[in-house]
């Protein structure tokens, strides 16, 4: 069975500060996706990035980027130059080819200013 | 123009009641989805349709009936509520399923409070 674990209930960064989020992963599956999902106070989920699991290289979105270490079966988030606006939960998420996704249990990120 | 839309956003009602959380969905895509978040934010899959065919049905109490009229279409009709229902249910879309490295979109979520 899948797993995704997020050890990091919650986290603080200094505003402009870089922070990194933790997410590791268990999956039998050769072919799969990763994904970051936000959720402000508003609850709507959006997608921060994703990440194909053949992919070497690893994903960038802005201010966004993973760290995509597939035989650790690690996926972590690094956020730079945080803004107050980043302020959400963040959850790590798998998807395989069952069509399912699996989500961790959330970080909170608050960003202090 | 909201693409995956919800209604109703919240919901109070008592226990024994039968409710129903209607999604709708514009940007033609062929998978919908339930997705449930309890109060301690987990968020779980509880349903997957493809073209209006059930693709995924995880360990939900059969209270719980998905049913979808179009693919554009999935709702949520709950039976008998009970206090545990209480949570906040997503309804999500994705073009062709999400391990074909499609975004999955989610709605605004329904808050469903069961007294």
């Known amino acids: 069975a899948q797993t995704v674990t997020q050890s990091q209930p919650e986290m603080s960064v200094q505003e402009a500060e870089t922070v990194t989020l933790s997410c590791t992963y268990d999956t039998s599956e050769s072919d799969y996706y990763l994904f970051w999902y936000k959720q402000p106070p508003s609850r709507q989920m959006i997608l921060v990035i994703r990440?194909?699991?053949?992919?070497?290289q690893n994903a960038t979105e802005n201010r966004f980027s993973v760290n995509f270490q597939k035989a650790a079966k690690s996926f972590s988030l690094k956020i730079s130059d945080s803004q107050l606006g980043d302020a959400a939960m963040y959850f790590c998420a798998t998807a395989n080819r069952d069509d399912k996704i699996i989500f961790g249990k959330g970080t909170r990120l608050h960003i202090l200013p | 123009d909201t693409a995956v839309s919800q209604t109703p956003k919240y919901l109070v009602t008592q226990m024994g009641n039968d409710k129903s959380i209607k999604c709708e969905q514009n940007?033609?895509?062929?998978?919908m989805y339930w997705y449930k978040q309890d109060s301690k934010k987990f968020l779980k899959i509880m349903f997957s349709y493809n073209n209006k065919e059930l693709i995924i049905n995880e360990t939900v109490p059969n209270r719980f009936s998905p049913k979808s009229p179009d693919k554009a279409h999935l709702n949520l009709h709950i039976n008998s509520l009970e206090l545990g229902d209480s949570a906040v249910y997503f309804c999500?879309?994705?073009?062709?399923?999400?391990?074909?490295?499609?975004?999955?979109?989610f709605g605004e979520g329904s808050w469903l409070t069961v007294v």
């Open positions: 999500a879309s994705s073009p062709a399923g999400s391990t074909r490295g499609n975004t999955i979109y």
């Open positions: 990440q194909e699991a053949y992919k070497q």
């Open positions: 940007l033609g895509h062929d998978t």
